[in-house]
């Protein structure tokens, strides 16, 4: 398994923005696997630093395994020896991926309990606010690697029905379900934060790196709010997908979600 990244971190606040910088391009595909970095001294003036910072921040990369150093032929993007496939998620077929992805990636239960909803939660699930709801924090990998911290609020009614030990082995879909949820739809809302320093530590990455964060809430066919997401992601881990496709006439035309087609699918 990869070393947490938080430890190769370089020291100095420019070198970890330049680390942070360089490492994001690589993660998204800006930066390909085989593709020469510029010299030292070409990014320094890239970068508005000294030669001694982008050292540093090289120093970092090679330490995480992103790049290979060799003296009189530069440096060069290599991540074709690291493990771990990225997740991809498309949001035109959500609800069944996640399904599969719960049983195709391993959690790992770092809290369980059960208290008042927070005002936020109860808000969005359309509970009384002292109504109690199970809170449960986990992390999900991908061949040993954590790509996800995810934190659900499911009201005590229904988790109730499942145990701790039932959350820390199998999909939460599926516990909902087998407590006589019968899930109807949900709503689902993307942005983007920083990793601050417990998911940072329980992600294997860097205080202040870049994350998806995703919000989900679910509800019945009754339109109960039965589950809250509030999730983290690695975004050199885990990407959303949704295909399109053009509609309307002349002027209208406008681009629309392929609701129910795959993203290969052609509309």
Request: glycine share 6%; net charge neutral.
């Amino acid at each position: 398994m990869n070393k947490p990244e938080k430890s190769l971190l370089p020291d100095g606040a420019k070198a970890r923005q330049v680390y942070l910088s360089l490492r994001d391009q690589i993660a998204d595909g800006r930066l390909e696997d085989g593709e020469n970095l510029p010299p030292e001294q070409k990014l320094a003036q890239i970068y508005a630093v000294s030669r001694v910072t982008i050292r540093r921040a090289l120093d970092a990369l090679a330490a995480a395994e992103l790049i290979v150093r060799r003296a009189g032929s530069g440096t060069t993007v290599s991540t074709s020896g690291k493990s771990g496939k990225p997740m991809a998620m498309n949001l035109a077929t959500l609800m069944p991926q996640l399904v599969e992805m719960g049983q195709s990636t391993t959690a790992r239960l770092l809290s369980f309990s059960y208290g008042a909803a927070p005002e936020f939660v109860a808000t969005a699930l359309r509970l009384d606010p002292k109504e109690q709801v199970q809170i449960a924090t986990r992390v999900r990998s991908a061949d040993e690697i954590p790509f996800s911290h995810l934190t659900t609020y499911v009201p005590a009614a229904i988790a109730s029905n499942y145990s701790e030990n039932d959350l820390a082995t199998t999909p939460l879909f599926k516990l909902l379900e087998l407590s006589g949820v019968h899930i109807k739809d949900a709503h689902q809302s993307v942005s983007a934060t920083l990793a601050g320093p417990e998911v940072a530590e329980a992600l294997g990455i860097a205080v202040g790196s870049a994350l998806l964060s995703l919000r989900r809430v679910v509800r019945d066919v009754n339109d109960n709010g039965v589950e809250f997401l509030s999730g983290l992601y690695r975004p050199d881990m885990f990407r959303l997908e949704m295909p399109l496709t053009r509609v309307g006439e002349e002027s209208a035309r406008h681009w629309e979600p392929a609701i129910g087609k795959p993203s290969g699918e052609q509309p």
